[in-house]
């Protein structure tokens, strides 16, 4: 990090007028880039709950209760995120009529949901490969002494899960962080959209380079700060 | 022009208030059917580019020469953790004017977007792999490496004929894994106006009013593609097995 | 297992389930008044006619002013919505924007899908951004070469049927013509008037660059579109482009956004005058 603003300080000395641009258009970057952090931190949220629900749903007993878990969770785990946020963005209505009362639906709450079924579709199969690796013992030992089987999932299975999924979850969230970016091809003001806006708008190539690698190094502040946490939670729960 | 069977169907469909009349149009049918040749041709390209380059990277993240282990780790980590999509906007609408710049002129420039796009996405999925491969080195028992050194094996040559080979099958379920992803990020290559199939699709539904007809073959296509490619890793898998290696429950 | 009759059953229920989405007809122009305002869906591809300003980054251009002026006939607010080419028409259907100002000339097959306001408020083609010195000098000259546009660009058609040319579709215009100044395509063709203000704006970085074929490819009304059957709308917004174009105001925006003025501003101007 430090080497990275080493470099940027010594090339806004070497290129004052180009700085001073850039820093006229933080703002607005800034403004986009909280967007990716909103879409993603909200994709995860309704993804985890949702994948949750499928990842148990996938291990259930009842074979009309697995069967459209599984078709889901394979379908979705299979499909391109830009694809899907073309989907949503393209296909879903712009606001909803609830209760006599219309409800808006913007953009970006559609990337959101783009982004929020391929993240269930994956925190399920955590989910579900996470209780399989429960000794089964443990369910059985648990229904001897009175629990039910949801309650058993509830206070014994799930607390345990809860450690072991965590560096894939985290993985996932950074792949999720990232993939936020592809909402500006649908156009959501993100962080790549505002860079498109300000490159359109100075147009220069050496501020066109410039905007995007702003853009880069955002994310890399973003993301990687994820990721090394999560090699030492793995090292940490690693047997 | 269009046969009379296509016309029909293209009716039924209408009936079915289904919109797939793109396929009367010749150029329009052309592009849809070029999408999927090129995502193919992507995919085809990609795969093998990422495993090379995952191979290559995976050597250096190893390698006792702190020259060689620090790019690797920089490059490994600045790749990981940006958007593909981000990458590939530096690359293709920075970095390509850029080199353009220096050959004296736009029209000298050799590279055009299908390479940015392989090499971006190849790349990104190289340092995926490349990580699965490190720790797949790293597994490989030191009495194995002994044994190796002690049968007048050098540095590479244990590399080449005994880490690497194991930590191929070690790290194998993840880098199908990572195929599987390769495969669903061809699709940015739509951003940069590679031919693929979401591209196509964008393509004629921007004209048209069908973009759920298109995204559902899109979907099916792709669900299709990463079917074979996990079946494939499912295969080798099976068939790489070394008796008493990676034992998974 | 994952069967393919598992695949198709997911695949149609989603199908299903977006389609009935789409379904969504209102009446425009009592919807604007009930919320008390417009939303413009407006494109920002550049100067004259939509761009982010650079010192105070807001919207300003040809058609800001314009979707104004609307709001402004029609007694209510202005809210603009960015689109872009491939994403407009979908916005106008969904019913997230009430109209486009969105650089979207009149296309026959546009016309069956989309209603639009009969009085245009400008008329232009498309020309040819090129390298200085090249081989390209006619539409003619395209046949094989390749051309970089934005995607769901009306000229897709024209340049691939008529004039045998290779289209490589972008998601906008700046990513456009960075492509081709990157050696992607022999010429970007895109609406005159934001290529001629880049080139005569950025002189020294556009250089190299010259309009290759100027003469107008596919000539067309630049037409604002409402929904399908929003007939209210059409016709109130037609008033009031009427009353712009005769009360010499349109000649005034064009004229302060550095557009030509062509013979069908004037022409416009003068069936209108005393509206």
Redesign the interface.
């Known amino acids: 990090m430090a080497a990275v603003a080493a470099v940027a300080a010594l090339w806004a000395a070497l290129q004052p007028d180009l700085a001073v641009i850039l820093i006229g258009w933080v703002p607005y970057l800034a403004q986009g880039f909280a967007m990716n952090i909103l879409i993603s931190v909200a994709a995860i949220a309704i993804g985890s709950l949702i994948g949750l629900i499928l990842g148990v749903m996938e291990l259930a007993p009842a074979r009309w209760i697995r069967a459209p878990a599984i078709t889901y969770v394979h379908i979705f785990r299979n499909a391109p995120h830009l694809v899907l946020i073309f989907a949503t963005t393209y296909a879903m209505p712009f606001e909803i009529t609830l209760l006599g009362g219309t409800v808006a639906f913007p953009d970006w709450l559609k990337a959101v949901v783009g982004l929020a079924i391929p993240a269930s579709a994956h925190i399920a199969e955590i989910v579900r490969g996470a209780i399989q690796s429960i000794p089964t013992a443990q369910w059985e030992s648990a229904g001897s002494l009175g629990f039910s089987r949801l309650r058993t999932l509830r206070w014994i299975i799930l607390p345990q899960c809860l450690r072991r999924t965590l560096p894939a979850w985290m993985n996932l969230y950074a792949s999720i962080a990232m993939g936020s970016a592809l909402a500006s091809l649908v156009g959501v003001g993100e962080l790549l959209h505002a860079a498109t806006d300000a490159s359109t708008a100075v147009r220069r190539t050496d501020f066109t380079i410039a905007v995007y690698l702003t853009v880069l190094v955002s994310f890399f502040a973003y993301c990687y700060p994820i990721s090394r946490l999560t090699q030492r939670l793995e090292r940490r729960f690693a047997v | 022009m269009a046969d009379p069977l296509l016309l029909d169907l293209v009716k039924t469909a209408k009936s079915y208030g289904i919109n797939v009349g793109f396929l009367t149009s010749p150029h329009e049918r052309d592009i849809w059917l070029e999408g999927f040749r090129t995502t193919l041709t992507l995919v085809a390209t990609m795969i093998p580019v990422s495993l090379a380059a995952g191979m290559a990277l995976a050597a250096a993240l190893t390698a006792r020469q702190r020259w060689l282990a620090l790019p690797a780790r920089v490059f490994v980590e600045l790749t990981r953790n940006t958007p593909t999509l981000v990458q590939l906007s530096c690359a293709f609408l920075g970095l390509n004017m850029l080199i353009s710049q220096s050959l004296g002129g736009a029209g000298q420039n050799p590279f055009g977007a299908f390479f940015w796009v392989v090499l971006v996405v190849g790349l990104h999925g190289a340092a995926y792999h490349a990580e699965a491969l490190r720790a797949g080195i790293e597994a490989v028992p030191d009495t194995t490496l002994e044994a190796a050194r002690a049968l007048g094996f050098n540095r590479l040559e244990i590399l080449r004929w005994v880490e690497l080979p194991l930590a191929l099958r070690i790290a194998l379920p993840t880098i199908v894994n990572n195929l599987v992803t390769l495969v669903k990020l061809t699709t940015v290559g739509s951003a940069v106006a590679v031919g693929e199939i979401t591209y196509a699709s964008i393509m004629i539904w921007t004209q048209r009013d069908n973009v759920v007809e298109l995204m559902v073959v899109i979907l099916v296509f792709f669900s299709a593609i990463n079917l074979v490619v996990s079946q494939i890793g499912l295969w080798l898998e099976r068939r790489l097995a070394v008796p008493g290696l990676g034992v998974r429950s | 297992m994952?069967t393919a009759r598992?695949?198709?059953?997911?695949?149609l229920g989603?199908?299903v389930g977006?389609?009935s989405?789409?379904a969504?007809a209102d009446a425009t122009l009592t919807k604007i008044k009930e919320r008390g305002s417009l939303v413009a869906g407006v494109i920002?591809?550049?100067a004259p006619f939509g761009?982010?300003?650079?010192?105070t980054?807001e919207q300003k251009g040809f058609n800001i002013d314009l979707a104004t002026e609307l709001a402004r006939g029609l007694g209510v607010k202005l809210e603009t919505v960015?689109?872009?080419?491939?994403?407009r028409?979908?916005?106008l259907?969904?019913?997230?924007v009430d109209l486009l100002i969105a650089n979207m000339s009149w296309t026959e097959?546009r016309a069956e899908?989309l209603n639009f306001v009969p009085t245009a408020f400008e008329r232009s083609g498309g020309v040819a951004l090129g390298?200085k010195g090249g081989t390209i000098h006619t539409w003619s000259d395209l046949k094989g070469k390749s051309v970089?546009l934005s995607?769901?660009a009306n000229f897709?058609?024209p340049l691939?049927?008529e004039h045998g040319a290779l289209?490589?579709?972008?998601?906008?215009?700046?990513?456009s013509v960075?492509?081709?100044?990157?050696?992607?395509c022999d010429v970007a063709v895109h609406t005159g008037a934001t290529l001629k203000t880049?080139l005569l704006?950025?002189a020294e970085?556009w250089k190299?660059y010259e309009i290759v074929v100027s003469e107008d490819l596919l000539p067309s009304l630049n037409v604002i579109w409402v929904r399908k059957g929003e007939k209210d709308a059409e016709a109130a917004l037609d008033g009031i482009m009427r009353k712009l174009h005769g009360s010499g105001w349109i000649i005034e925006a064009a004229e302060r956004h550095r557009l030509t003025i062509t013979p069908y501003f004037l022409e416009t101007r003068d069936a209108n005058k005393g509206r």
Do not use: W
């Open positions: 994952l598992h695949i198709a059953a997911a695949a989603l199908f977006t389609l989405a789409n969504q920002l591809s550049g761009y982010i300003d650079a010192k980054q960015t689109v872009t080419p491939p994403n028409v979908q916005f259907q969904q019913g997230k097959e899908i390298r970089c995607q769901g897709t058609k691939i049927e289209v490589k579709g972008f998601p906008s215009q700046p990513e960075l492509a081709l100044k990157g050696g992607q880049m704006d950025r970085e190299d």
